[in-house]
Every structure is written in structure tokens, then in C-alpha cells.
């Protein structure tokens, strides 16, 4: 999910080991806008939410992570890819003291 780093929104143990999970929600909105009718370059608004829940436990739909922002979409047509910069804004987030607004690079599709 943008706005996070990868596996953190995953169960855990008490020792912090990523356990993985059997149920997962994730919504994805995301509106672009292209910076002309030929360019590579992209504006993208978003509102992405998600959570992941271990065996046995009860998915609760109201216990999703969220995060909103934009992102500047640079697709590069030799590597057919995507590079992406993130600018997100997780009102919940997974460790406390964690600063909510994060700067994310990535390559690749969002989904």
C-alpha cells in the first residue's frame, strides 16, 4: 500500500516476526491526470485503505489502514515500467511515533 513500507501491515508476533496473513481487504481510488496527450509524466491523486488479519482472528473492517496523497508517475517506454513518487499521508500508523506524512519511491504498477 502507498505510503507504507512493504510488510508492515502484516500480523506479527510478540517477538515482531512477521507471521502473514489469511484474510486481506484492499481498496485502492486513484485519479490521473496526464501531463499531455504524448508525455510520459503523470499526476496521480489517490486514497488507498488495507489491513491483512492471522489465522483465527476475525477480519474487522473497521480496523484499516489508510493513506491519501499524490504521486508523480514517470512511465518509461524502453523498460515498459513505471517509476513512481510518493507523497502520502497515513492518518493510523503502524508503529508509534512514526512521522504520518512519508516520501516513497517505486517502480513498477501500483496493482
Known amino acids: 500500500m502507498r505510503g507504507f513500507e ?18 486481506m481487504v484492499q481498496l485502492n ?7 499531455g496527450a504524448q508525455s510520459p509524466l503523470s499526476l496521480i491523486f489517490f486514497a488507498d485503505a488495507a489491513n491483512t488479519w492471522a489465522p483465527g482472528v476475525k477480519a474487522d473492517l ?8 499524490g504521486e508523480i508517475r514517470v512511465f518509461v517506454p524502453m523498460l515498459r515500467v513505471p517509476f513512481r513518487l ?5 492518518p493510523k500508523q503502524v508503529t508509534s511515533g512514526e512521522d504520518p506524512f512519508q516520501i516513497r519511491f517505486g517502480i ?3 496493482f
Do not use: C, H, Q, R
Open 29 to 35: 481510488l486513484e485519479y490521473k491526470v496526464p501531463m
Open 108 to 110: 513498477g504498477p501500483t
Open 86 to 90: 510518493i507523497f502520502a499521508y497515513n
Open 62 to 69: 473497521g480496523n484499516l489502514y489508510s493513506s491519501l496523497g
Open 6 to 23: 512493504i510488510y508492515s501491515i502484516a500480523p506479527t508476533d510478540s517477538n515482531g516476526y512477521i507471521l502473514g496473513g489469511t484474510k
